[in-house]
């Protein structure tokens, strides 16, 4: 399955070390020019289009107004020309801007993820930090996919004629993308962005070779027995993956929660287990491999047709327990909030064209704007002091029309008008986006982060002592 789109920043990728200096005009000329998206200045001008389009993406607007013309008859508004949409738009049909727009989402990622990620683990809440050291790793990365409908005609320019999911009546659902996310849980933005059609594998999209000592996070769609291996290949990444029910592995070693062991389970094959134990087990697969499974039964109020939850993890005893590593995964449904911020707060939809270098442009610019403000808020947390579980960082993706606003005096001002600028964004962020309380219910159910975290430290693991 061919890759539409590849995003991921290491430390190499710029020098530049704020948001204003990639979005600055001049560098968003230079950069066109050097991917040959502008070879001599014309009547389009790349660097305010790229503004206008990341601010417009920052209202998430709704689909009868996320329009091409929309934006042409915004390029005019702000340029004073008088260009027909049909000359901007062949201008975003060239292979050139889309690596173009690639270029400059990349070097977003890189100040975010690289540059004020470093700065933010200074200033990362005490029990996320406890976490870390406990598990040994760095960071947890949540890996997951998000679908993007398209437009009909456009199952005839892409490569992948893939329909994604049916409809609840049978029919064929629109063709569509997939983006294979993997968030970060320090910087709570993504790492890496691999665009592949809806049916694309995601377990080929999983890239462990592009951390270090992490810890991966993924639901049942990525079991794989050579995954797996691949991620332990260094011997320092770990991983936490939702097993199937119909796992076939046989049982070698069995313990209760409270670390004793259940010998009548032995030889036993993994889907013939019993739905109301909870089992913590060393399971022989069918290619000689050992791992690590969990069968964790349901709360009575969340049981639907499958009582029980299996999770595959290399994590070893010592550093978690059984229900340690099942309040873990929960960890994952933060990229679930990831993907819902992309979506609602960034535009992250399908523009009104069937060419693939016009869509991937706009997956860009969702990126994009949904970078802009995640540094934002990092720097809310370093400048004004806020403690990272104070702020909400769902409510600053989604308050696009502060952002929207602003962002191109940002980019284009003097540096008295763009630090002036700036204080109101921050101030903003600090006044109205901060966490609401959770409620009880959340707080019992624990689906308050925080209090996840506060909670997973608290377990007592039987075999550490």
């Known amino acids: 399955m061919s890759t539409f789109l590849s995003i991921y920043a290491d430390k190499s990728t710029s020098i530049l070390n704020s948001i204003h200096e990639v979005l600055s005009q001049e560098h968003l000329l230079e950069v066109a020019r050097e991917t040959k998206f502008i070879i001599r200045q014309r009547n389009f001008d790349p660097a305010v289009y790229t503004l206008i389009a990341i601010a417009y993406c920052m209202t998430s607007p709704k689909e009868r107004e996320f329009r091409l013309i929309r934006l042409a008859m915004k390029y005019n508004e702000e340029t004073g020309s008088n260009l027909a949409p049909k000359n901007i738009y062949d201008q975003l049909c060239k292979p050139e801007a889309k690596e173009f727009t690639k270029r400059i989402t990349t070097e977003l990622l890189h100040v975010v ?74 910087t709570m933005t993504f790492s890496y962005v691999e665009v592949t059609g809806a ?178 808020g990092l720097k809310a947390i370093l400048k004004r002091k806020i403690a990272m579980t104070s702020l909400s960082m769902l409510k600053i993706q989604c308050y696009g029309y502060f952002f929207k606003d602003r962002l191109i005096r940002l980019c284009t001002k003097s540096i008295n008008i763009r630090t002036q600028i700036f204080k109101e964004l921050l101030d903003f962020i600090e006044s109205n986006c901060r966490r609401s309380p959770p409620s009880k219910r959340d707080q019992k159910l624990l689906k308050d982060l925080p209090t996840l975290v506060a909670h997973i430290l608290k377990i007592k693991n039987c075999f550490s002592s």
């Open 113 to 186: 993820s690289n540059i004020v990620g470093e700065q933010i683990k200074g200033a990362l809440p005490t029990d996320i930090h406890e976490l870390l050291r406990r598990l040994k790793v760095n960071d947890i990365i949540l890996i997951d996919g998000v679908e993007v409908a398209l437009f009909p005609g456009c199952a005839a320019n892409f490569d992948c004629k893939g329909k994604g999911r049916k409809k609840l009546n049978g029919s064929d659902a629109k063709p569509g993308l997939k983006l294979h996310v993997a968030f970060s849980l320090l």
């Open 199 to 376: 049916c694309g594998n995601e377990k080929q999209q999983v890239l462990p070779e592009r951390f270090d000592n992490c810890l991966l996070i993924m639901d049942r769609g990525y079991v794989n027995d050579e995954l797996e291996q691949r991620i332990s290949s260094n011997g320092k990444n770990k991983y936490i993956i939702k097993g199937k029910r119909n796992m076939a592995g046989t049982i070698i070693r069995a313990f209760k929660p409270n670390g004793k062991e259940a010998t009548k389970h032995i030889g036993k094959k993994v889907k013939d287990l019993p739905k109301n134990a909870n089992l913590d087990m060393d399971v022989r697969l069918s290619n000689g491999e050992v791992i690590r499974v969990i069968q964790h039964v349901k709360p009575k109020q969340s049981r639907d047709d499958n009582p029980v939850v299996l999770l595959r993890t290399n994590l070893p005893r010592k550093i978690a327990c059984f229900e340690q590593i099942f309040q873990i995964y929960r960890i994952r449904w933060q990229v679930e909030l990831d993907a819902k911020c992309l979506k609602s707060g960034n535009s992250l939809q399908s523009i009104n064209s069937c060419k693939e270098n016009v869509i991937m442009n706009f997956i860009n610019f969702a990126l994009m704007a949904s970078l802009v403000k995640t540094y934002c």
